[in-house]
């Protein structure tokens, strides 16, 4: 018989957690050289799964077959010691230590940081990922960052690399140079498992797809063989719900105005904003693009007021000078703002959602004479779920028991229902399942049809060109002037977030 | 093998029962404990708390006891709702009781019914103000208020031997380091003759009760406990983090100062060295065993009171030191910690994964 | 110069003690983890080697069993805060609490007890060189020991691979954990570690420094020993420079008399807190710096989640 033995090969594998069941009963091969894709929606267990198989987490049922042999993958240094490499979706680097500390840490053999520079720069220069081992992690950009990781996996000489969701923080050209290297790896020998939920990147490099849905394997295919929309039938069980409706809309006075606005970063290791400049019209919505780190929570925190700036002109709401204003006063001047982190920055994750509510509602008559007017608290909050379908254990239910989706909706519904003239959204739909995302983005939408006028600050350039009417992008702390969303596609927006200069 | 499961929710009910967990926990280790230093664990028991509360004497000492205990635990548990930990309550109980004295010294000629209030004043006053230093340096220097707290509690105990060794040492007083005895005026009259619980404790009451209103139903402590539970949050939602600081620090200083004023004015009657048996650290086990929540804080108290009591009356029966005490409060502190993991998590025993 | 080599020797003899716990936590805080209950630790190693000295006669027993002492409360600490997700903070308070109680407990059969303490004594041959010997070599042993300790603690920590992870551990124990690293098991040893140091340096106060027992002996210096770490920004040989000065702080207030100020003792008494105050403020004013230096995870709770 010389039916080639998988690399590696997962039968029947299961784990539950208390509240959800992540992975049921799910079978998957990669062969040798092989790029097999994972492909799934938010929550379909992709990530649990890849945990699995790289010993972080371990399986309740099944059995794992590492070329043709049962294999337990008890810790990440087995599935090292057996040729698994893992890139991981928000990588796993110690900010403070340098990128050879790094890689020492996360090898198996004993190698000082010292003696594993010249490897790293070697395997760099192989593979075209440029790094300097000696540079500490806080200075990188993400996707040298992510270059960091790469390397580290490949100096364990892996067989099987395992990269989850590795182009979400990358512009669509760095993506690209990704691909040519894992298509190098590929024809090198190297099986390669690919996790994605974006269907054309699967279609470019995987010869063979695993569709999860709800934790459970439902379609093993060619992607090359199926059309985006079925493979999408695959992943979500119905159709791709249609990018929302967008007509023309007539534009009224500008709302938010940044001039000159330049912060320092408050954390050591972030961002400075240097002379950023636009205006926000009421009834538009202006996307703000960019690589993450490239001053996107410096810009967020000086429009929302989180943080002051330095001179009250650089900011102005209705034309008034807002730069000196706290969070409250801004939000009073009809200022409202989603936060891109939803427990612990939107929400206080123990508190229930009345009292979530209470968070950025406190002046529409919930508070009477220093007291919280608690059943009116209940009432608003019932609403917002009511009208934005949140799907929870009612109002006294902890923001933290939400599932990302249904947190989000809530968020996003808090603000709305406060009528603000301007909504400022950070990453309005990450992480967010397709129903919710096609649900936030129309009523996004809505809003400005309303006269609203809305920034969203987003990594996901499909978003931007979904739903914004013009597109600025910040790079480097400095944001180029707006350019009109409907005459650009996701290649001219990410020459622009890879610091090319703006052509138009 | 112990292992923890996270709850999709905080468990309420769990929250509600890891006082009582803990509580059981103290009883067993206190019975071993006993059974080890050669004491019949039942006769210990009988001592420590049967004996204090069974006698009017007993009951009247509880509420003495008890009453400085809720006041200060729930000015603490302002705080700590803030994430604010103000330590150093002990020093701010030390101030409230200086303070109050000199105004008890200052008008010891008078018969004013004013001397008394005027005295909690300056108490209240005094211990704000310890209590704001250390909220001063952490809002203007970013300085950590737990060791600043804590280093003002040592300073604020040589304040006071200094003045009960020096300028207020009553010089009728054998050279013993203390102050004159308070005139009539300035002293709480007890409320029944022979026993000392006078109406310091219900000033204590009207504490808790002004703490219950703004820790559970006012908007001041909604935005506190925002603070102290997602500070970010706190941010994006336009609450002043500064501010909040200071509510925390000053609710604790404030109820303290009060405490060391009633001190002074009831079961003491003068300024000594030792005017607090503890009360401003054991506030922190009280308000920590009350989850926090007034209510809870007046039945922690009261068992702190009662373990107190319970102390010097094993000194007595059992021939133990009454630094026992401590070391029940330690425990009791300790195990409720541990055991508010139930809250969280679920514990399971076993191994991790049940091979198929 | 007599009176020169006693200002020295007492400066260091003072200093030992917070050094010792303050590299202990040092170590615990790199690792993730802060430990509040130095003073209870302390109390608890104290009392435990002064009652095994006095019991038994044998100075060095009584080291060993002040070590022991602050191993098991930390072991205490550790399983409330490692197993069991305890807070930090309210644990470490709970600990400082327990262990004054606990030695105030179990010290009162010793508390007018007197024994010979370990004293200086000039090394061999070294303390005889001029000038030099009596200023660098004329020491009790446990500073010696507590120099090799600083010395073993900085090469371990920025020399070892094993040093490497546990700063790794205290600046992101998720990741650690994701790399595949027992994050429990090092911040257990960790904590161990700073419970050991704890525990030696109370039983230097009570065997070496005093050498006797009251009650709450090491009056704050546990506390003090925390602000130490955070003024020497979790660096080992400043930790041992602030030592030094506190000593020197503390050797002051004796000798201030001395020189004829006419000032309450009380006031003097008082100057090492002052002096904690003060080193607090002047570090934390520069917010950004102590962020860059502390480890990221301070104080939160970690859980593998599996």
Known sequence: MSTPVPRLALAGIGKAYPSVVANADIDLAVMPGEVHALLGENGAGKSTLMKIVYGVVQPDAGEIRWEGEPTVIATPADARRLGIGMVFQHFSLFETLTVAENVAIGLDEHASPRALAPRIVAVSHRYGLDVDPARPVYSLSVGERQRVEIVRALLGRPKLLILDEPTSVLTPQAAEALFVVLRQLSEEGVSILYISHKLEEIRALAARATVLRGGRVVATVDPRAESPAALARHMIGRELPPPVARAPHPVGPVRLAAAGLTLEPETPHGTRLEDVSFELRAGEILGIAGVSGNGQSELLAAISGERQAPSPAMLLLDGEPAGALGAGARRKHGLAYVPERRLGHATVPEMSLAENTLLTAHRRGLVQGGLVRRDAARQRAAETMKAFDVRAGGVNAAAESLSGGNLQKFVVGREVALAPKVLVVAQPTWGVDVGATAFIRAELVRLRDAGAAVLVVSEDLDELLEVSDRIAVLYRGRLTPPVDAAAHDAESIGLLMGGAHASA | MLRLELRPAPSAAASLATPLVAIALTLVSGAILFAALGRDPAEGFRAFFVEPSSSAYGLAELMLKAGPLMLIGTGLAIGYRANVWNIGAEGQLVLGAIAGTGVALAFDESDSLLVLPGMFLAGALAGAAWAAIPAWLRTRFNANEILTSLMLVYIAQLLLSWLVHGPWRDPQGFNFPQSKLFAEAALLAPWFEGLRVTNAFLIAIAGVAIGWLVIERSFLGFRLRVSGEAPDAARYAGFDAKRAVWVGMLAGGLAAGIAGVAEVAGPVGQLTPNVSPGYGFAAIIAAFVGRLRPIGIVFASLLIALLYLGGESAQIALNLPAAITGVFQGMLLIYLLAADVLIRYRVRFGHRRARA | ?306
């Open chain 3, 1 to 306: 110069m007599d009176f020169l080599v006693a200002i020295v020797v007492a400066t260091v003899a003072a200093g030992t003690p917070l050094a010792l716990a303050a590299l202990g936590e040092l170590v615990a805080e790199k690792s993730g983890v802060l430990n509040l209950g130095v003073e209870g630790m302390m109390l608890a190693g104290a009392v435990a080697g002064f009652a095994a000295a006095a019991t038994t006669g044998n100075l060095w027993l009584g080291v060993a069993c002040g070590v022991v002492a602050g191993i098991a409360l930390s072991f205490v600490f550790a399983v409330a805060v490692v197993t069991l997700q305890a807070n930090q903070v309210a644990t470490g308070l709970a600990l400082a609490i327990f262990g004054g109680g606990l030695s105030a407990f179990a010290g009162q059969p010793f508390v007018s007890r007197s024994i010979d303490g370990i004293r200086a004594a000039p090394l061999p041959l070294l303390g005889e060189i001029p000038v030099l010997g009596p200023l660098a070599f004329s020491f009790d042993p446990l500073v010696y020991v507590s120099l090799a300790l600083f010395g073993a603690v900085a090469w371990f920590l920025w020399r070892t691979r094993a040093g490497l992870v546990l700063r790794a551990v205290g600046e992101s124990p998720e990741v650690a954990h994701e790399v595949g690293y027992p994050v429990a098991r090092i911040r257990y040893a960790a904590t161990l570690f700073g419970g050991a140091m704890a525990g030696l340096a109370g039983a230097y106060l009570s065997l070496a420094y005093t050498p006797l027992w009251v009650e709450g002996l090491t009056a704050g210096r546990g506390w003090i020993a925390l602000a130490l770490v955070v003024f020497a920004t979790w660096r080992p040989a400043r930790v041992l420079a602030g030592a030094y000065l506190f000593g020197g702080v503390t050797v002051l207030q004796f000798h201030a008399q001395g020189f004829g100020v006419e000032v309450p003792s009380q006031l003097l008494s008082a100057l090492p807190y002052i002096a904690t105050i003060g080193v607090l403020v002047i570090i934390s004013r520069d917010a950004a710096m102590v962020r860059l230096n502390a480890p990221a995870s301070l104080g939160k709770p970690f859980h593998a989640g599996d």
